[in-house]
């Protein structure tokens, strides 16, 4: 009897600890797995990337009327739009691998570029680019940079730092289409040298400077080990097309928000 009571109590001892196995087991289970960050669905744009060009943000002190110019009030508005309707700024990596090898990229993507290197670039722009989470770019005159009505080399630097891709728009700006030879050369040769000293990047975009580009150009640019270069000529950016010869959209004050909101799901916007 006194056996049979044993085996008893072992099997009751098994049993409890089984139960507890199971427990801990379903325990663990109904521990909620940590969130899934949330995926970005990525295809193949049909129609293209729109490339965004803006120059200076803000007023500027020159001429209270440049179109070129976008008050601040208009730019954050564009980028409110932009991240309320679920579209994804892209690098420019991004960008080369989808014109270059037909590559997805997040869906409703977009390209945000930004000329010249204008003080606002560093005291507007990043912040806005911080708080959205967004990829951009910056085309600098790289002769420019510490000239007192541009950026320095340590708000660039910072730029870099937060995430914004700095590239090469020429060393003094100037039309590389009308250079020959080693002044062509020279120029694009300091730009590239320049980026690689103060930033320790080896560059690999250009920005034609007044959206002026040849062949001869684009030759001296792909020696140089630039990938993509890009013009002022309308229009998206699409697979196969010259990528010394990028389209981009122009965005100035006389777009308001619903000619962006055009300017960023039609390439037949309307003109303004
Ligand atoms: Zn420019």
């Given at each position: 009897?006194?056996?049979?009571?044993?085996?008893?109590?072992?099997?009751?001892?098994?049993?409890?600890?089984?139960?507890?196995?199971?427990?801990?087991?379903?325990?663990?289970e109904t521990v909620a797995a940590p969130e899934p960050a949330k995926q970005v669905e990525m295809a193949?744009?049909?129609?293209?990337?729109?490339?965004?060009?803006?120059?200076?943000?803000?007023?500027?002190?020159?001429?209270?009327?440049?179109?070129?110019?976008?008050?601040?009030?208009?730019?954050?508005?564009?980028?409110?739009?932009?991240?309320?309707?679920?579209f994804h700024p892209i690098t420019m990596e991004q960008l080369y691998e989808y014109m270059a090898y037909n590559k997805?990229?997040?869906?409703?993507?977009?390209?945000?570029?930004?000329?010249?290197?204008?003080p606002d670039t560093y005291s507007i722009v990043m912040p806005v680019m911080k708080e959205y989470g967004f990829a951009c770019t910056v085309f600098i005159p790289t002769y420019d940079a510490d000239q007192s009505t541009r950026l320095t080399w340590q708000q660039i630097k910072?730029?870099?730092?937060?995430?914004?891709?700095?590239?090469?728009?020429?060393?003094?700006?100037?039309?590389?289409?009308?250079?020959?030879?080693?002044?062509?050369?020279?120029?694009?040769?300091?730009?590239?040298?320049?980026?690689?000293?103060?930033?320790?990047?080896?560059?690999?975009?250009?920005?034609?400077?007044?959206?002026?580009?040849n062949p001869a150009a684009a030759k001296v640019l792909k020696q140089f080990g630039i990938k993509l270069a890009f013009t002022m000529d309308p229009g998206w950016a699409k697979y196969g097309d010259n990528p010394y010869a990028v389209k981009r959209i122009w965005i100035g004050n006389e777009v308001d928000i619903d000619n962006f909101r055009q300017r960023v799901t039609t390439e037949k916007y309307e003109q303004r």
């Open positions: 009897m006194r056996i049979w009571k044993l085996v008893g109590m072992a099997l009751v001892c098994l049993a409890l600890l089984a139960g507890c196995g199971f427990t801990g087991e379903q325990k663990q193949v744009p049909k129609n293209g990337v729109p490339v965004l060009m803006y120059h200076m943000i803000g007023v500027d002190p020159a001429d209270p009327h440049n179109q070129a110019c976008l008050t601040e009030e208009n730019f954050r508005k564009q980028m409110k739009f932009l991240k309320d309707n679920d997805p990229v997040p869906v409703r993507p977009v390209v945000l570029t930004f000329d010249d290197g204008y910072e730029m870099q730092a937060a995430g914004m891709e700095i590239a090469s728009h020429g060393y003094h700006h100037e039309r590389v289409n009308e250079m020959g030879g080693n002044t062509l050369e020279a120029e694009i040769q300091k730009s590239q040298a320049e980026l690689k000293e103060h930033l320790g990047i080896t560059n690999e975009y250009f920005c034609y400077p007044y959206g002026g580009y």
